[in-house]
């Protein structure tokens, strides 16, 4: 554990850059203008207070305390015997494999931004149809896969340290430039306005909880191991509860200027607020047609969700590696093998190849399974662990938390956030949100 962090800032934005993903930019607004818009807020945010932010300090606070990773500390915990090595073993790898392979096909979706903001800055008009019709994000895929091993290869201090330090303030004046530019556009306070009225009543819709939940933990990165990797390389650990409550409030706002961003551009695009049709096909379209300066917005509104993208697939690859690290070099050439052969095939599965299985594209397969159906279950692992396989009675001390509420963090830790997170799947399978 000699490489680490060199500042509490630079762990900050390490993590702010793990959180703020391409889910900010194009998942945040939809979701919220259809269930609640201004009114999805308020579910958020409890979400994030009671579960986010918890499973944020539980799950880094662990990794700091064993300097340990994820899979060694589980398998190696002494706490309720009666759970078998075996079963530890499993609980300690499941985590690490769902975001591995969520990493697989992540690189590829961020191979397209790449892609589309090379054609805006090369004077062409892209479409994701026309994306479809060329092996580029293939390659562009490589590209990432490549630059994403070898920046983490180079460890914390010289390898992701210095990319997060440039690509998150730089992902950040993006947003805001994105966002006075919408603000300039015709009807824009209208159009906002009329996103923002979406009715009271949707508070009282299970479904707005659900996504507001779903949404927490997808934004965030906590469920999967990847705090945990992080807290293993802070060489200080009072500072995570303040950090918790800097990084979710980075990774919110940042959702927030996306959703008022995206929600104007849509609606001067004249199209509607939905997920990959609305940022692949309706605003370059939109962008395209505004002339020079229009190409020059969509490129900065690719390279964004580029940088936005990329931050979060360091995070993943650490993950992986510091999971890993403790098998030989041939024992973990597999795994990196596994993954490049998925990301592959998730970047053919929208090419001309049109790779499917099961009758659809690799891609939507891998994400239905493994960033939908799987990201809750991974999530409850990684709790249930860290407040019952690794004892947490002295981590509210360690990572900061004031004595007077040591108590309410280890009852939010250990009965809260299982209860929403069973919640959450039960209801998902109930009412198949699947």
Known sequence: ??????????????????????????????????????????????????????????????????????????????????????????????????????????????????????????????????????FLPVAAFAVIFASAYFISAKGISKGIEPATAYLVPLLFTFLLLLFLYSLSLPNAHSYLANALDGGYEKIFDPRTWYYALSQVLFSLSVGYGIMFTYGMHLKQGKGIFSSAFEVAGADTAASLLAFFTVIVLGATAGASVSGLSLSFESLPAFFASQGLFGSLVGAAFFLLLFSAAFTSVLSMVENTMASTEF??????????????????????????????????????????????????????????????????RHIAAKIGIPEKYERLFSFVVSKVVPAALLLLIVFSQMTGLY
Request: positive net charge; hydrophobic residues 55%; glycine residues 8%.
């Open 1 to 134: 554990m000699g490489d680490g962090w060199s500042s509490k800032r630079a762990f900050i934005l390490a993590s702010i850059g793990a959180a703020v993903g391409i889910g900010n930019i194009w998942r945040f607004p939809y979701i919220a203008t259809e269930h609640g818009g201004l009114w999805f807020i308020l579910p958020y945010a409890i979400c994030l207070l009671l579960v986010g932010i918890p499973l944020f300090l539980i799950e880094t606070g662990q990794g700091f305390h064993l300097k340990r990773n994820f899979f060694k500390a589980v398998e190696s915990s002494k706490d309720l015997p009666f759970i078998k090595k075996h079963l530890r073993k499993l609980l300690g790898v499941f985590p690490i494999a769902v975001s591995t392979i969520i990493l697989a096909y992540y690189m590829a979706i961020t191979g397209w931004t790449l892609w589309f903001a090379a054609e805006f800055i090369l004077g062409t008009t892209p479409t994701f149809s026309a994306m479809q019709l060329s």
């Open 327 to 392: 098998l030989g070099t041939w024992r973990k050439f597999p795994i990196w093998l596994g993954v490049f052969v998925l990301g592959i095939a998730s970047a053919l599965s929208y090419s001309p190849m049109k790779l499917e299985l099961l009758g659809k594209p690799v891609l939507d397969l891998l994400d239905f399974i493994f960033g939908t159906f799987l990201a809750p279950f991974s999530a409850l692992v990684v709790v249930f662990c860290c407040a019952y396989l690794l004892p947490h």
